[in-house]
């Protein structure tokens, strides 16, 4: 148990639909962070939240994509217009724990298939 | 730019001999290094890590990993694999070039170990 979850854990959506993400953090962390990993790839940075500041957006980060922290608690990643380049696995993550302050924690992870 | 190298797609191993995958870095200032492992349509689950100290680091499940500065290198090691460490390897840096300390993710390696 890696004190984080994500629901849903699977999203299939036509082209052109919105669709959202959420993490829940188990217990309260600060330092949340969201990354997108494409098939035979490692994870890419997206966001980072301290609280419920968004306080770094990758380019990766287009204007279609829009993610909030609203309570400093849980935190939702949204894709307006989903393109078939959308398809990856959505992950989010905790800093700080028992390694450590400098080590991440990942939740399960939102797998999204765009037809 | 800070990078992670991870220069074998797939490392193949007979269960119970020695395993090692490789993983190179290039960082500005000393490094924070990283291993995670990754389970079929699962997320990330962290291995190990390197902050400073003892070049030789031990982790989880057996694993360890030798920080060499000269050759800016932090390879994975295990002196008896078993089957069940069959999976999907990522070596990651921290990125401090933004202030908020995400990481940076090398494409991964696929371990299979046979009986």
């Known amino acids: 148990d890696t004190g984080v979850s994500q629901d849903p854990r699977h999203k299939i959506t036509k082209r052109g639909q919105n669709v959202t993400f959420r993490c829940d953090p188990i217990?309260?962390?600060?330092?949340l962070y969201w990354y997108r990993q494409t098939l035979g790839q490692g994870p890419e940075f997206l966001t980072y939240?301290?609280?419920?500041?968004?306080?770094?957006k990758s380019r990766l980060l287009s204007d279609r994509f829009s993610a909030e922290r609203p309570k400093g608690s849980f935190s939702t990643l949204e894709i307006q217009r989903t393109e078939q380049g959308d398809s990856a696995m959505y992950l989010c993550a905790l800093r700080g724990g028992t390694e450590g302050t400098d080590t991440q924690y990942f939740g399960p992870g939102t797998r999204l298939t765009v037809l | 730019a800070q990078s992670v190298a991870q220069p074998e797609d797939q490392v193949n191993v007979a269960e119970g001999n020695p395993l090692t995958v490789k993983c190179t870095y290039s960082v500005s200032g000393n490094p924070y290094l990283f291993w995670y492992v990754q389970y079929p349509n699962r997320g990330l689950q962290f291995l190990l890590k390197?902050?400073?100290?003892?070049?030789l680091v031990k982790g989880s499940y057996g694993f360890e990993a030798e920080f060499n500065k000269s050759q800016t290198s932090f390879h994975l090691k295990k002196p008896s694999a078993l089957v069940s460490d069959s999976a999907l390897y990522f070596c990651?840096?921290?990125?401090?070039?933004?202030?908020?300390?995400?990481?940076?993710f090398g494409a991964g390696t696929r371990l299979a170990v046979h009986p």
């Open positions: 390197y902050i400073t100290g003892d070049n």
């Open positions: 939240f301290q609280n419920e500041a968004q306080l770094e």
């Open positions: 217990s309260e962390h600060n330092r």
């Open positions: 990651a840096v921290r990125d401090r070039s933004g202030g908020y300390n995400k990481l940076i």
